[in-house]
């Protein structure tokens, strides 16, 4: 399962890679940026974190969403593509 995470502007990498060691701890196999190498804060402040188990996404987004660095930290909506 993927969720999206994006953090608080006032951010600093510091406590963002804090939050990202976090994520880890709490079975993420991955944490990073939605779009690598963007230089929009905004869009730089969005990331993904990848291999979250489906049995524990709300204890994970709970956890993340209850830290001061993220401003939300949501289940990524199913996507699928229409030919």
């Not at 990073?32 to 963007?38: A, D, R, T």
Request: hydrophobic share 40%.
């Amino acid at each position: 399962m993927r969720l999206e995470i994006k953090f608080r502007e006032s951010a600093s990498p510091d406590r963002r890679e804090g939050v990202i060691e976090t994520a880890k701890d709490l079975c993420a196999a991955e944490l990073e940026p939605l779009f690598p190498g963007e230089s929009d804060a905004e869009l730089a402040s969005l990331y993904k974190a990848e291999g979250v188990p489906e049995e524990r996404a709300d204890e994970v987004v709970a956890k993340l969403n209850s830290l001061d660095e993220v401003e939300f930290a949501e289940r990524a909506p199913g996507r699928r593509l229409i030919r």
